[in-house]
Nanobody, 122 residues
């Protein structure tokens, strides 16, 4: 069992930056692929980024490539998402999640946090 708690969301203007954090407790954080997902009102939850156990491999949805950076610190059981050049279309509830496989599919992720709201005004 892994407990995940997100933080760092907020209300910002377009072009600003935010850094999301996801603190993990429970079973060994370093044994999981970690992902960030988001869900906007009326839309399905979508993949944002993921990082493998070691941090050596990352993957991003096209719309955030070059603007978002996923990273992890296994020593501190923490996952990060640095979000730069934010756009209004990035507005959503952002979730971190843990999986035992490398995947973009949210159904493959076993553990989820409660989410942190990111709102980008134009």
């Amino acid at each position: 069992q892994v407990r995940l708690v997100e933080s760092g969301g907020g209300l910002v203007q377009a072009g600003a930056s935010l850094r999301l954090s996801c603190a993990a407790s429970g079973r060994a954080f370093g044994t999981y692929t970690m992902g960030w997902f988001r869900q906007a009102p009326g839309k399905e939850r979508e993949f944002v980024a993921r990082i493998t156990m070691s941090g050596m491999s990352t993957d991003y949805r096209d719309s955030v490539k070059g603007r978002f950076t996923i990273s992890r610190d296994n020593s501190y059981n923490t996952l990060y998402l640095q979000m730069d050049s934010l756009k209004p279309e990035d507005t959503a509830l952002y979730y971190c999640a843990a999986a035992s496989v490398v995947s973009r599919d949210p159904s493959r992720y076993s553990f989820w946090g409660q989410g942190t709201q990111v709102t980008v005004s134009s």
